[in-house]
Each structure stands twice: as C-alpha cells, then as structure tokens.
C-alpha cells in the first residue's frame, strides 16, 4: 500500500512546501477584517460594513476547515521533538475547536443578518473580541512550531534524518 504514495520531499510532505501557513494566513486575515469591519459599522452606523463582514466570515469559515485538513496532515508528517510536541498538540487541538468556534460565530452572524437589524447586539461583539484573542493565541502557537521549533524547516527536517535531533 505504501508504495502508492508519493515520496517525503526535503520537507517531510509529499507535496514541494507547506500548504497550511498558506491557507491559514487567509482565515486569520478574514477573521479580523470581519470583526474590524462590525466594530467600525457599529460606531459609525454604516450597515455596508456588516456586509462585508459577513462574507468574509463565511469565506473564513470554509477556508479554516482546509486549514485545518492540511494542518492535520502536515503535523502528522512532522516530527516534532522536546516542547514543540506538546506546543503541537495543544495547536492541533485550538485549530480543532477554532474550526467549530468560527463557524459557531457565523451561524449566529447569519441569524442576525437574516433578522435584519440595524446593530449588532453587544454579546455578538464580546464573542468576537474573544474570537480575535483565540486566533492571534493560536497564531503564536504556529509561530513558535515554525519560527523556533522549525518544523517543516530543511535543517530541522535533515538533523531529524540523521538523528541529531531527539
């Protein structure tokens, strides 16, 4: 069965470079754009905004689920050593429950957009500053299992291969 499946590359992925960063960058860009856009149109009264915000919560929403299939993936080919496994895991896990929590805030969007209400209501908006402070917590997480940890990264991947690195 394994000889079916594509070799590791320098990278340990079956494909030329991570795809998640990729995929995930554009969730955390929406995401905050969405809860930008209420806060300004709540102060400002422009209902344009909640549009916009709208939209790229519902972007957002499909676009963390294949973040979050790739992430899936790519952790399972890393090979994490010392803090970054646990770093990886507690990662794995807010993605997960990211995933849920997002399309949880857009459901409850869309129920207010279909209400068609002049304002957000206020709990709305204490969810979403809580939405922004989980994103931006799990930004550092992956910040940490790529820019210290190195996962995925060809030194890390290489001492790995030839066992330098436990």
């Known amino acids: ?10 990278h340990n992925l079956p494909y030329p470079d991570t795809i998640h960063p990729i995929v995930v960058h554009f969730v955390i860009a929406m995401v905050l754009f969405a809860v930008l856009c209420d806060f300004i149109a709540y102060f400002t ?3 344009r905004l909640y549009e916009v915000s709208w939209w790229n919560l519902a972007f957002a929403t499909v676009s963390i689920f294949i973040a979050v299939i790739f992430g899936q993936v790519e952790a399972g080919l ?3 050593y010392g803090n970054s ?3 990886l895991n507690i990662h794995t ?3 997960w429950s990211l995933s849920g929590l997002v399309a949880a805030v857009t459901g409850w969007r869309y129920v207010i957009r279909s209400q068609s209400r002049p304002q957000l ?4 908006l204490v969810a979403s500053v809580m939405l922004v402070g989980l994103v931006l917590f799990q ?5 940490l299992l790529v820019w210290v940890y190195g996962l995925h990264s060809v030194p890390v991947v290489e ?8």
């Not at 069965?1 to 320098?10: C, D, G, Q, S």
């Not at 930004?139 to 910040?143: E, I, Q």
Request: hydrophobic share 35%; aromatic share 10%.
């Open 139 to 143: 930004t550092y997480l992956g910040d």
């Open 1 to 10: 069965m394994f000889k079916y499946l594509p070799p590791l590359n320098e």
């Open 121 to 124: 209501p206020i709990p709305y």
């Open 85 to 87: 496994n646990a770093i």
């Open 93 to 95: 896990l807010l993605g």
């Open 45 to 47: 009264k422009n209902s």
């Open 78 to 80: 890393a090979e994490p």
């Open 159 to 166: 001492a790995t291969r030839e066992g330098g690195v436990l």
